[in-house]
């Protein structure tokens, strides 16, 4: 019959035969895998994975052959896994010292160290920190960045354990601030207080570059009457709270800096540039509380290799049938506790994250496979003793042509520099994990690589993993992090 | 009814191996893929052979298959073997036994609009903020090329693998004179 025969015969309500029905239920099959497949419905392909799930069975019967390739690759070297152990447990230690305030600033306050979780229930002004303890702890207590302010505590939740800051970059956040003198002119101002501002929010400006940070927004200043009244309003700015007994923690954040205001271009465009990048580069943060409350000092939770979250998987496909991804299959999955973002360590070395995850099944992304995104902290190998500096996020790229090593795009933000390299000098680095996305412990190696220093003009930086297994996995053990209770309330309560 | 159910179980086993020899393949290799899309030429040398519902019903089991392998979503797998097969009954004439030239031509064919629908699929889902390691359509004309030249030596062995020939064998209820129609 001729299609428009067959169009004629069904406008007509006249009875199809049975294979007329199959024909046109087998083109409506066809059309609407078609629209799904251009407008993505996630639950309803969750379902349809699931159905196809008991295949897994007959799949299986394949894995002699990742068995087969696993003994071909033997690149495993266990004394190098334990020195990376090493390297990562030094890693995170140094991340949370090195989120302390200085010498100066520290007298007269107890400082918590903090790990940042996640932005709170989506809000990127509000982030999740795990202190190191809740003792001690009290709201409106500020939050700061080794000399650098960050927010104050809005909530505590004892019960999991965390505690939600609010950054300064909130709409309606304000401290109290004051513009520092330049220093030929500390001397003669004397007490003379200077000019008093309020800062919080984010100016509603351009940024400088495509890329670059958002400038935090100043308020209200005040004008000073002695001799720094003729001073131009420009320069580094401070938390100084003009009347401290309206807010009992106000003295807590007395001193700490919050960046430098820019001269401004008109009365409605203050701009202060700020020193931290609060959207991506905030890992690990200390909750500064006062001494005299007699409690002793905070003591540092396990590492996260330590810890007993960890489940131990099996591959059984090697790799993916698409060459232009990356992936494997694990022998484990939801009925594990394991859940989409779970870590993937072999050793002390992050290989990938979870993707789909079902009964019985979970399919790992490598870092090698494209648009996955990992907050990053840089450790310097060539000077083990200096502080790890944090990056803030990067995105594979996939592998690269060459090498087939993974690909890395960082986006950039604050500049990364190191004393005496000039502008370009190519450093090597240890990249790591950062905290921030719950589910990815911090402090996971993900490979070394080389980062030019210097600000990059917003076009942000590409590296390569110049030591990263392009075979991952198939030498050594692996181990899948499986969040607690805690960690899968709060991944619930995530938008 | 049952050596039909071998059969499918037959072309359970054979297609999962050929996703695993891909699979391992990819996981040692830099560069583009060269070797053949080895399930697609299984599929659309049973097609030539099964009635069309149940080539589909082939096509449909290779996407549910290909998807306990891949992180492609099943959908997309589906809908790009389903299409595969509609190609190669529009292409049937170049698709005859004795054109091999014809044949490796259309299956190149197919297998470039199978390799660019997959990944156009991937890229609606994760558009990448930048520019990846590779373009994203790298290696899908080597795909191509070789397929349509293993096409053109092997297509009409690769239904010949043991247990698929109860797919388009007449087996017990079925005429000679349908299985020819069919042919």
């Known amino acids: ?166 950054l300064l970059t909130a709409r309606d956040f304000r401290v109290g601030a004051r513009l520092l003198p330049p220093d030929s002119l500390r001397a003669l101002a004397g007490d003379d207080p200077g000019v008093a501002l309020t800062v919080g929010g984010v100016a509603l400006g351009r940024r400088s570059a495509e890329g670059a940070l958002p400038y935090l927004a100043a308020h209200d200043p005040a004008r000073a009457r002695g001799i720094l009244a003729e001073l131009p309003l420009e320069g580094p700015l401070e938390v100084h709270e003009w009347l401290p007994d ?118 790992v992304r490598l870092l090698g496979d494209a648009g996955l995104s990992l907050p990053v902290t840089a450790a310097f190998p060539d000077d083990p003793q200096r502080p790890p500096q944090v990056l803030g996020r990067m995105t594979t790229l996939g592998r690269d042509p060459q090498t087939g090593r993974p690909a890395l795009h960082w986006q950039g933000g604050l500049a990364f520099e190191l004393p005496g390299a000039p502008a370009g000098t190519p450093v090597r680095v240890s990249l790591y994990t950062g905290t921030g996305e719950i589910g990815l412990p911090a402090g996971l190696l993900l490979g070394e690589s080389y980062v030019r220093t210097g600000a990059d003009e917003g ?18 053990p692996l181990w899948v992090r499986r969040p607690g209770w805690a960690e899968r309330r709060l991944l619930e309560a995530q938008p | 009814m049952t050596g039909r159910w071998f059969g499918w179980l037959a072309l359970c086993f054979w297609s999962a191996w050929a996703f695993a020899l891909e699979g ?58 389903l299409l595969a097969v509609g190609a190669s009954e529009a292409l049937r004439p170049w698709l005859s036994p004795e054109a091999a030239m014809a044949r490796g031509l259309a299956v190149a064919l197919i297998s470039l609009l199978l390799e660019a629908w997959l990944r156009l699929a991937l890229l609606r889902r994760t558009p990448l903020p930048f520019e990846p390691a590779r373009d994203p359509y790298d290696g899908v004309l080597f795909t191509a090329v070789s397929s349509g030249l293993c096409a053109a030596l092997l297509l009409p062995l690769a239904r010949s693998l043991p247990g698929l020939s109860l797919l388009w064998r007449p087996t017990g209820g079925e005429s000679w004179a349908a299985a020819a129609r069919v042919r």
């Open chain 1, 1 to 166: 019959m001729s299609r428009a025969g067959r169009l004629e015969l069904l406008l007509s309500g006249a009875p199809m035969s049975r294979a007329g029905r199959l024909e046109l239920l087998q083109r409506g099959l066809l059309f609407g895998l078609i629209g799904l497949t251009l407008f993505p419905q996630p639950k309803l392909e969750l379902a349809l994975d699931r159905c196809a799930s008991p295949l897994r069975y007959v799949a299986r019967v394949t894995s002699p052959l990742t068995r087969l390739l696993g003994r071909r690759v033997s690149a495993f070297d266990p004394e190098q896994a334990r020195a990376e152990e090493r390297d990562s447990l030094r890693c995170v230690a140094q991340l949370f010292e090195s989120a302390l305030p200085p010498p100066e600033l520290a007298s007269g306050r107890r400082a918590v160290p903090a790990a940042v979780l996640a932005r709170s229930r989506g809000e990127r002004d509000r982030v999740l920190v795990r202190p190191w303890t809740l003792a001690g702890l009290a709201l409106g207590q500020p939050v700061v960045h080794r000399h650098v302010y960050v927010g104050r505590v809005v909530e505590i939740d004892a019960e999991l354990g965390v505690a939600t800051v609010e």
């Open chain 1, 246 to 363: 309206l807010d009992p923690c106000s003295s807590l954040a007395e001193g700490f800096a919050l960046g430098r205001l820019l001269p401004e271009k008109n009365q409605q465009d203050r701009r202060v540039e700020p020193l931290l990048d609060f959207l991506h580069g905030l890992f690990h943060v200390a909750i500064l509380t006062p001494q005299d409350l007699g409690l002793p000092p905070p003591e540092a939770p396990l590492h996260p290799l330590a810890d007993a979250d960890w489940v131990p998987a099996r591959i059984w496909a090697c790799g993916e049938p698409n060459p232009w991804l990356r992936c494997l299959q694990l022998e484990v999955g939801a009925g594990d506790g394991l859940s989409q973002g779970c870590a993937v360590v072999a050793g002390a070395r992050l290989i990938g994250r979870l993707g789909a995850v079902l009964p019985g099944n979970s399919e």
């Open chain 1, 459 to 476: 076009g942000g930086q590409r590296l390569t993993l110049t030591d990263a297994d392009p075979t991952p996995g198939f030498d050594r």
């Open chain 2, 24 to 81: 391992a393949l990819g996981a040692g290799a830099h560069g583009a893929r060269v070797w053949p899309d080895l399930p697609l030429l299984i599929l659309l040398s049973l097609a030539l052979v099964v009635p069309r519902s149940r080539a589909r019903g082939a096509a449909l089991v290779l996407a549910a298959l290909e998807a306990q392998f891949s992180a492609v979503p099943l959908v997309a797998l589906a809908a790009g073997y």
